[in-house]
């Protein structure tokens, strides 16, 4: 079973949607959460990181965790062009490994 | 704004061939990490790396590769015999302290193609 799944997209909007980005993930042990956002040809950069359950907010960002489903979502309000990008969503294990899905890809076009 | 160096941006190299990547981590920061990301999959850990040894690593990490920190400022990885499932965009990472969860610095990566 795979520890952390993403459906791949790739995810087209118009500039100004709402954006709901989700992922799954298998092991229940897992306590931190994060989302990372790849330009291409760039590195990862972390956007934000939850613990356990409940929501985080950060401007037009909100990352949510259901520990119950073991589900995390990351909602992008009012999206922009420059918000094109994959979005990885991550968990950590033993403190010192990331462990990632496989990314979504977004595009807001104007 | 600091940042994560890496170098080459591109090697291509012939398979058996060694190869070092190179990274200048964001000088304050302690924890260093290679992951690795074959083309259309995931972004995948390979090794961690704090004072001066590895602090864990992957199952990819076999004997081929080894990690460095020769001079207090780069970080590198061998690959000792390339092999062409090698190929692939190796990310070097840093982080300040434990304490700041999962908030790695990452470079913008190295692309080895093995032929």
């Known amino acids: 079973q795979k520890e952390v799944e993403q459906d791949p997209g790739p995810l087209s909007v118009p500039e100004g949607a709402i954006v709901s980005l989700n992922c799954t993930y298998s092991?229940?042990?897992?306590?931190?959460f994060m989302w990372y956002r790849q330009y291409s040809r760039k590195g990862p950069e972390l956007l934000m990181y939850?613990?356990?359950?409940g929501n985080k907010e950060d401007g037009r960002f909100t990352a949510q965790v259901d520990k119950s489903s073991k589900y995390i979502s990351l909602f992008i309000r009012d999206s922009q062009p420059s918000d094109s990008a994959t979005y990885l969503c991550?968990?950590?294990?033993?403190?010192?490994?990331?462990?990632f899905g496989t990314g979504t890809r977004l595009q807001v076009f104007p | 704004e600091p940042e994560v160096t890496q170098t080459p941006s591109h090697q291509v190299t012939q398979m058996g061939q060694e190869v070092i990547l190179r990274c200048v981590p964001i000088s304050n920061h302690l924890y260093f990490y290679w992951y690795r990301q074959i083309l259309g999959q995931k972004v995948e850990f390979l090794v961690s790396?704090?004072?001066?040894?590895?602090?864990?690593k992957s199952e990819i990490f076999d004997d081929q590769f080894s990690v460095e920190r020769p001079d207090g400022s780069n970080f590198t990885l061998k690959i000792r015999s390339t092999k062409l499932e090698d190929s692939a965009m190796y990310f070097c990472?840093?982080?300040?302290?434990?304490?700041?969860?999962?908030?790695?610095?990452f470079g913008e990566g190295s692309r080895l193609t093995v032929l």
């Open positions: 991550a968990t950590l294990f033993n403190t010192d490994k990331l462990i």
């Open positions: 092991n229940s042990a897992f306590q931190y």
């Open positions: 790396f704090y004072n001066n040894e590895i602090s864990e």
């Open positions: 939850t613990y356990s359950s």
């Open positions: 990472a840093s982080s300040e302290d434990r304490e700041e969860i999962g908030e790695l610095f």
